[in-house]
């Protein structure tokens, strides 16, 4: 079976990549190395010991999709390939709706002239959400106006996916909203790589344990939480490399060929920003340079997955604690530390 991987050296699709390589999926790792390291590449290739196909494609550029999808047979294909950088997206939402909404159209213009129906697997997020009503969050909650650009261009590309399916085309579809992922592989070999300074808590948790940065800022702790800070769902990240294979096991299995669904993926569990520095610290005995700052903007409160619809309709749940995720994910900084 031949997967396209978009995105396959970004951090998630890195993880997924070695799983399904472990599966024996074959591989075409597609990626424009905008946010990524071809080096993870040969990092992928030693935790596996196989060597995927990489194209080095922008998948803006229509004529470069369509020879993609002229040279190989894809049985599969999950699309991770996106910018995800909110800030960027406020002063640049050309560029987010361009290169997000502009890969899905691509792809999907391909998809419609295949003779078969393909099996598509397509990464959103719990950003279309908004500030929910109440928690925990279920896939039927009213989507609100995204904070940001790039929300917006993820609920667009949701839309675009939906529209395509209402129309009949033979395309069976699983979207998957992510909460927030964290940790790296167990080998150390692969984890986040954030470009100049991260915006999410977990890389800027580290790069601040190692000496990177100064100091963590904790965006406000006078918001209406246990501690007043915000919470979060945080997720494993090879939980949710896995939940890819599942879904990808499930559409090549099923025969209806207009399958189309949505899952939310989270551990259903809220954690707030001081319970994951306390934790931090306890796993991996030290202490973190921290202070209390303003409120972020665009922030929401609190934001975890009601989880029981993955659970009952595919059997999913999640595997690894919040604990070894912190663990791992000091581990793979102190290993790219190491390397520098
Ligand atoms: C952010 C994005 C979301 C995106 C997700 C991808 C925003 C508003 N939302 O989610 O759209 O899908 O990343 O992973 O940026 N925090 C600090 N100090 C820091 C960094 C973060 O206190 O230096 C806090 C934040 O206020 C938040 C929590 O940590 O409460 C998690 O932040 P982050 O990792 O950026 O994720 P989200 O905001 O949930």
Not at 91 to 116: A, T
């Amino acid at each position: 079976m031949q997967v396209l991987v978009t995105g396959g050296l970004g951090y998630i699709g890195s993880h997924t990549s070695v799983l399904l390589l472990e599966k024996g999926y074959d591989l075409v790792i597609v990626d424009d190395l905008s946010n990524s390291n071809e080096k993870v590449i040969e990092n992928i290739s030693q935790i596996t010991s196989k060597v995927p196909v990489f194209e080095k494609i922008d998948l803006k550029d229509k004529e470069s999709v369509s020879k993609l999808f002229n040279n190989y047979d894809f049985d599969g294909i999950i699309h991770f390939a996106a910018h995800k950088s909110v800030n960027e997206s406020v002063n640049y939402p050309d560029k987010y709706f361009k290169n997000n909404v502009g890969s899905l159209e691509n792809i999907i213009y391909e998809i419609q002239k295949l003779k078969k129906p393909m099996n598509f697997i397509f990464s959103s997020s719990c950003t279309v959400y908004g500030q929910a009503d109440s928690m925990p969050i279920n896939e039927g909650f009213e989507l609100k106006k995204a904070e940001s650009p790039y929300g917006q261009s993820k609920r667009k590309c949701e839309e675009i996916l939906e529209n395509f399916h209402k129309a009949g085309h033979n395309f069976k579809n699983i979207t998957l909203r992510y909460f927030n992922p964290i940790g790296a592989h167990p080998t150390s070999l692969i984890g986040e790589l954030p470009i100049g300074i991260p915006e999410n808590l977990v890389p800027y948790i580290t790069q601040t344990a190692v000496g990177k940065r100064d100091h963590l800022t904790v965006f406000g702790n006078d918001y209406d939480t246990n501690d007043g800070t915000c919470v979060r769902d945080y997720i494993h990240i090879m939980d949710l490399a896995e939940v890819h294979i599942t879904c990808l096991e499930k559409l090549m299995n099923i025969k209806d060929n207009s399958f189309f669904n949505v899952y939310n993926v989270g551990t259903g569990k809220g954690t707030s920003v001081l319970e994951l520095i306390n934790l931090f610290e306890n796993v991996n005995q030290l202490k973190l340079n921290y202070k209390i700052g303003k409120r972020r903007d665009g922030d929401v409160v609190i934001a975890y997955a009601d989880t029981s619809k993955i659970k009952n309709e595919l059997n999913w749940t999640t595997k690894y604690s919040l604990e070894n995720a912190l663990k791992t994910a000091w581990n793979w900084e102190l290993n790219i530390n190491k390397n520098e």
